[in-house]
């Protein structure tokens, strides 16, 4: 298992979320959360309801202090966004601004190769009317997330999130937490050959390959399950001694009594024929 | 502003969300609300602590009924997967399984591309400690997020909800429900270099250009300015009116006392020049 770094490689500094006159403490804790998986940390308030700090906030962070600390507090937007050079505002709907509309890939992509040093943020608004108009006007393009329309509200903390989520998948390329453990090399033709020969003659006196025309292709058939099938070298050796275990089985009928509780069937030693 | 289809362009049905042993109703409720958000509707709850159906798990999907009433429950993951043909499993760490290890982005591919008709869906484990590894091994392929390794705990309805967003952007080419609004058009040369002339003659008599040297470079430095910005028509006339309304004023000292109240500095009519 071999982990990633953590920082993205990007040259941008990642984009401050804005929320808008936030009402509920959860919220903003679960937005603060949403951004510390995705490793975004400038999260700005202006105006929260219920004022800042808030423990409600707190104990929805799940832990995400680091965020949570470093939240700034703004008495109106335009000094909220005053040091940022492209700013995003979050609409659910069309609003008639002459503004692009960007969904969050395009938006994240916008964050990430912005000209020279410059800064972003996204503007998200009140839970239950969004962002002004004249809030909106401030923004250089609109962000909105491709919904099914039947279902479009999305809460605050989930449009944060998906936006964090494209902001770093391509910040890093998609890089994941973990790689999956490197594959076991697959079994050598000769293995699977011999899987193929020793299953055929354990099928031989069963009478299976009848009628007797039929064997080439009844064999070809099985051949190709199996090659195809990409069994490792391991999965080889389980298989030979499964056919072995039948084949040794063979000819003795399955018992139709419930088996004693410490028989178990199929671990049984070599049969009786 | 016209509207997307709701139904994404793909043969392949939308894949299940199988919750394993769901702890509480409001993690239910905000799953389906993500599913809701981006157009997934089967979900599957496999043994659900607080039994079902759950009113915390209704109030908290917000509305997104159509897939609470259809929601299934199960008594073994084996019963709720049963009839699907591709199944992920969602792990926050490596666990030593020879399995393909997808991020959202390839995991909601694969999930659009099956072979034939083939059925997808995706285990989510228990808020507290996930999936068993029986649980994982009964999958395809091992689904993990990009997160930020120093805060990398996801809660289930965020998980659902990025799963289901990258489902829907890929499902539907990122289809926003909204358009950006037609551009105005451009404004024609003959308007902007209109514009750049009034602009030069307003201020001829105000001594900005000094010294006279100077002045091929400033016109061409305005010139470019006023091009590049990419003003519409209308914009090229709103300014006409600017510069009208300055070259007006020339002259006239901006009154130091504070202005009456129905009296507004700028929209007063031809100065005393």
């Not at 707190?58 to 008495?75: L, Q, W, Y």
């Not at 293995?191 to 009628?211: I, K, M, N, S, W």
């Not at 084949?247 to 049969?271: K, M, Q």
Request: aromatic residues 6%; contains cysteine; hydrophobic residues 40%.
């Amino acid at each position: 298992m071999s982990e990633t770094d953590s920082a993205p490689e990007t040259t941008s500094p990642p984009p401050a979320i804005v929320l808008v006159e936030p009402q509920l403490g959860e919220n903003i804790g679960t937005a603060a959360r949403a951004m510390a998986n995705f490793g975004l940390d400038d999260l700005r308030l202006v105006a929260p309801r219920d004022g800042w700090p808030s423990e409600k906030a707190t104990a929805a962070a799940s832990g995400a202090t680091h965020v949570i600390d470093r939240v700034r507090v703004f008495e109106t937007t335009e000094a909220a966004i005053a040091d940022l050079n492209f700013v995003l505002a979050t609409t659910a709907r069309a609003r008639g601004f002459h503004r692009p509309v960007l969904g969050p890939e395009e938006a994240a992509a916008r964050t990430l190769a912005p000209a020279g040093n410059a800064v972003s943020g996204v503007l998200f608004g009140r839970e239950r009317w969004g962002l002004t108009n004249e809030e909106v006007a401030l923004a250089d393009a609109i962000l909105t997330y491709p919904v099914d329309t039947r279902f479009a509200s999305l809460n605050i903390a989930q449009a944060v999130l998906v936006f964090a989520y494209e902001w770093r998948r391509q910040a890093t390329a998609s890089a994941l937490p973990f790689a999956a453990q490197p594959s076991a090399p697959p079994a050598s033709k000769a293995d699977v050959l011999g899987l193929c020969a020793h299953l055929e003659q354990a099928l031989e006196p069963t009478g299976y390959f009848r009628p007797p025309e039929m064997r080439p292709v009844m064999v070809r058939n099985l051949r190709t399950l199996i090659q195809d099938a990409g069994f490792t070298e391991t999965q080889v050796h389980l298989l030979r001694g499964v056919v072995a275990h039948l084949e040794g089985r063979r000819g003795r009928p399955i018992p139709r009594e419930t088996p004693a509780p410490d028989e178990t069937v199929g671990e049984s030693g070599p049969s009786d024929t």
